[in-house]
């Protein structure tokens, strides 16, 4: 799988530049990304999706996200605790905030575990 260079471009210098402590890594076929360190969100076949829990799941249900699913070696689909944002959500600066820091809260959540 090829990453998408341009993609990880755009939403790193445009959609969260603004955005203090966000720094992305390459990772398999995408990128990491991260707040202060904490892998909150990840970059993926063209698509950035955030880190889910409890707390957030229903903002994704509501929005009709689905969930990242990728497929192991043995062929059997894993899934992730990361959906997909919406095209909405990315193009408002407000909500985007919103949705960073609830997975932001998740992420910080799971570290502690």
Request: aromatic residues 16%.
């Amino acid at each position: 799988m090829k990453k998408d260079e341009g993609f990880h471009a755009y939403i790193m210098n445009e959609v969260l530049q603004d955005f203090e402590g966000i720094t992305s890594r390459a990772m398999f076929g995408g990128w990491g990304i991260y707040k202060n360190g904490l892998f909150f969100a990840l970059i993926a076949d063209g698509q950035l999706y955030f880190k889910v829990d409890e707390s957030n799941k229903r903002d994704f249900e509501k929005k009709n996200s689905t969930q990242f699913v990728y497929q192991m070696k043995n062929g059997k689909e894993q899934k992730m605790n990361y959906w997909e944002i919406p095209v909405d959500v990315l193009e408002d600066s407000t909500e985007l905030n919103n949705w960073v820091e609830k997975s932001f809260e998740v992420a910080k959540r799971g570290k502690k575990k």
